[in-house]
């Protein structure tokens, strides 16, 4: 009988042998991928500033619209607008779940606690404006991901960048469209597989052996890893089994009330040290345009900020225009509306309410944090920062956050395998079988994510997946003067009243009554 020591020596060896083979390839393409622009003694990415300026130039172009549509997405959500027959599969609340599953997880709550480490309080001032031009950005792919939608004769839909891409890039030819939308399809099929699935998989085991026990518990074996992996796969398989139909009733009763919870002790932690909000306001904001922050001033700490944002919220990536395609709609408009709520719910919320919190806390590990950054001795693990900051005032606290990252992780698990599933379709053609097959191999993805690293692997997904920011939000670009034609109308039809149901009045609909 194989020894547990065994085991890990076998698979120790294969997880060492894949990643020596993807090193170098990793290396050479991420060093491309994430090309960095110097300013002063700074480097930072050229792909954060190619996903800002799209916020930026989407900001102007559509005049403000994430601040003057939000009244028009609530209406949108609450289904103001809709009738029974629209085409799709998923109500609007779904398809922003959906949407939100495949962001709100570890980003928002480790990724948030190793910012404040690297760009101290100031970095919450920046992630917040990147996080509202990201609006901007939500409401141009996601409107093209259902303008050129394919609903199917069984009714399911495939959108988002596999059916808006190939018209964007068709004035150039056939062949450069294919070539184009096809590195994206690819892009987003590597990450789904490693960074969507096997990365999020491997952290849901490591936070559930963590509070078992850790390496001494009943989890620490490589023989209960393996059995964790056919049970989380049995789990995300019961859900993908349906479609995006499952996947959206799943993650409409996941998302809100994960996100409650964890709001809700953020709020906590606040209020019982209520007494240091305005000091930690007056941080925020003295730290944002300070010229000795300490990621390097003013730019150091607007760089960190808007990184880690764009890192977070995955605006202009082009992957959450897939899950929104599927949503049931005669005017493509309305879900952009709608999908300018996941940059505010994911950024502009949870992420700001995570900084207040460690920040108002002052636990010790986060002063020791920006020390140890200070000195050059790494970042710190952004989630213990911030289960500290919850520990000094709910102590037990940290094993309901460990719950609260397991389900965000399993939420990312559904979502990418939907973003999966339809880059495999673009790929390799649309049928059952092919459906099935694609199902198997995300599965087995799930399995070796809780037994193997993989790092290499990932850290290329993880490059594959800003490759898809490139592609599409140059997309994006060429069709701008679509997106603001549907927006114009849309508007026009709404003062008019012609968006209501037949045989409602514009006041009994906005009262809510039913028609």
């Known amino acids: 009988m194989t020894t547990v020591t065994e085991e890990v020596g076998w698979l120790a060896a294969v997880d060492e042998a894949v990643n020596s083979a993807f090193a170098p390839v990793t290396e050479v393409f991420s060093s491309i991928v994430f090309f960095p622009i110097t300013i002063g003694d700074l480097s930072f990415p050229a792909v954060v500033a190619w996903l800002i300026a799209a916020g930026v130039v989407f900001t102007v172009y559509f005049g403000f619209i994430q601040f003057r549509g939000l009244k028009v997405g609530y209406e949108v959500v609450r289904g103001r607008f809709s009738a029974k027959d629209d085409p799709g599969e998923v109500p609007h ?113 490591a936070q559930v052996q963590n509070v078992t026990g850790g390496a001494d518990g009943f989890l620490g074996s490589a023989t209960a890893a393996f059995v964790f992996g056919l049970v989380l796969a049995a789990l995300v398989g019961a859900v993908i089994i349906g479609g995006i139909r499952s996947i959206g009733a799943t993650t409409s009763r996941l998302v809100p009330a994960m996100g409650v919870v964890y709001v809700t002790a953020c709020l906590v932690v606040i209020l019982v040290n209520l007494d240091h909000v305005p000091a930690a306001f ?191 939000l140059l997309g994006v670009y060429l069709l701008l003067p679509v997106i603001k034609r549907e927006m114009k109308e849309y508007l026009a039809d709404r003062r008019s009243g012609k968006l209501y149901r037949l045989g409602v009045e514009p006041e009994e609909a906005a009262a809510g009554r039913p028609s």
């Open 282 to 472: 007056a941080s925020i904001v003295d730290g944002a345009f300070s010229p000795e922050g300490v990621a390097g001033g003013v730019i150091g700490v607007m760089i960190v900020g808007f990184q880690r944002a764009a890192f977070s919220n995955e605006a202009g990536l082009g992957s959450a225009p897939i899950a929104h395609s599927a949503v049931k709609t005669r005017r493509p408009v309305s879900e952009g509306f709608v999908a300018l709520f996941e940059p505010f719910v994911d950024t502009v919320v949870i992420c700001t309410m995570t900084a207040l919190t460690i920040i108002i806390a002052g636990a010790p590990s986060f002063g020791a944090g920006m020390a140890q950054v200070q000195a050059g001795e790494g970042t710190p693990d952004g989630v213990i920062l911030t289960s500290d900051a919850f520990a000094t005032v709910i102590p037990w606290f940290p094993v309901i956050l460990a719950i609260a990252v397991v389900l965000f992780a399993f939420s990312t698990l559904v979502t990418w395998f939907y973003y999966g599933l339809k880059a495999w379709e673009y790929l390799f053609g649309r049928s059952r079988t092919s459906g099935m097959v694609f199902r198997i191999v995300y599965l087995f993805f799930t399995v070796a994510g809780c037994v193997l690293t993989f790092s290499e692997v990932i850290a290329f997904s993880d490059a594959a997946l800003f490759v898809c920011a490139f592609v599409n």
């Open 93 to 205: 609340f779904q398809a922003l779940t959906s949407a939100l599953s495949g962001t709100v997880g570890l980003g928002n709550i480790a990724g948030v606690g190793a910012a404040m480490a690297l760009g101290g309080p100031g970095a919450t001032f920046w992630m917040i404006c990147a996080g509202l031009l990201g609006m901007a950005t939500k409401f141009a792919e996601c409107t093209l991901g259902v303008k050129y939608r394919d609903v199917h004769e069984d009714g399911t839909v495939s959108g988002g960048p596999f059916k808006y891409l190939p018209i964007a890039f068709g004035r150039f030819g056939r062949w450069p469209a294919k070539i184009l939308t096809g590195i994206f399809a690819v892009a987003i099929l590597f990450f789904g597989s490693a960074g969507g699935n096997m990365f999020q998989a491997n952290q849901t085991f």
